[in-house]
């Protein structure tokens, strides 16, 4: 199984020389095994060159697999950019969190709406097959997926793969859950069920070949951006200090930070690593890199 990253950034497209070294797009990723459909994890801009290299170099896969983490603009504002969506012959299945008040369908069709881009959705050629989903297992292909959701201001959800005994964990748009309560009183409950969400999170990712984890945050930044819905250095220095990680790339760069940062805060933390004599190999999603699990 392997893995390449398309497009590594949160929250906002981030182009410049400042930011060429790990890449500007938003989160886009690619899964792939032998002689498997093709999976792609959000689509965010990162996603519009993954389409014209599937219509360059891999013409003969029409059946394609995109999976949703949520419905957050830079992990769907590719979508329409995605070459195979306007060429007959193409059966599109997309997946993402089911939303009670509006279908996945109707929030990606709202995008496409002429008032933002030109081409509606009933205009497109492939065809598309939609897939909502809770907490569950399902099967693409040879791979054997699970879902689990994650802490994040709206329906959020991480994936993990497995195939002939290897793993790959996406777990992007997540911050640990805590008690925003704050220690009170009254409050022994509410950290129980907090406990309790961190341990279900670690049972997801652990023993993952791959950990692909949102890591938007440093120690120092974390604090002012409490809420957000992201994760930080230490947060998931923990998490791969308990939860045997084979390979973990930090994820979901925040945009103000430039390739100089990122180095350092990967640095820091393979440091830490080192220090902490752990097994794990750290480093930073980059576009382009092909990651084998
Ligand atoms: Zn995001
Ligand atoms: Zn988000």
Request: net charge negative.
């Amino acid at each position: 199984m392997k893995l390449q990253f398309w497009g590594v950034r949160g929250s906002i497209p981030t182009p410049g020389a400042e930011t060429a070294f790990f890449g500007g797009n938003t989160s886009c990723v690619q899964i792939s095994g032998k002689d498997q459909p093709v999976v792609i994890l959000d689509a965010g801009t990162g996603i519009r060159k993954l389409g014209l290299d599937l219509l360059k170099n891999h013409r003969d896969k029409k059946e394609i697999h995109l999976l949703f983490s949520h419905t957050h603009w830079d992990h769907i504002q590719g979508l329409p950019f995605f070459a195979p969506l306007y060429i007959p012959g193409y059966s599109i299945h997309i997946y993402g969190p089911v939303h009670y008040e509006k279908s996945l369908e109707h929030i990606l069709d709202q995008q496409m709406e002429y008032t933002y881009f030109p081409v509606r959705v009933a205009e497109l050629q492939a065809k598309i097959f939609y897939h909502e989903l809770k907490e569950e297992a399902f099967n693409i292909g040879g791979f054997s997926v699970r879902t689990k959701y994650l802490n994040h201001p709206v329906l959020c959800l991480g994936y993990r793969f497995e195939m002939d005994g290897k793993s790959i964990v996406y777990c992007t748009d997540h911050e640990p859950y805590y008690n925003f309560l704050g220690d009170d009183e009254g409050s022994e409950e509410m950290n129980l069920v907090v406990e309790d969400q961190n341990n279900r999170l670690k049972d997801f990712v652990r023993n993952a070949d791959l950990l692909v984890m949102d890591t938007q945050y440093t120690e120092a930044e974390y604090p002012s951006h409490l809420g957000w819905g992201h994760s930080s250095t230490t947060h998931n220095f923990e998490l791969i200090s308990k939860c045997d990680i084979k390979k973990y790339a930090l994820f979901h760069h925040d945009p103000d930070r430039s390739d100089d940062d990122e180095k350092g805060v990967i640095e820091m933390l393979r440091n830490k690593g080192k220090d902490a004599k752990l097994g794990v190999e750290i480093f930073g999603a980059r576009e382009g890199l092909v990651v084998e699990a």
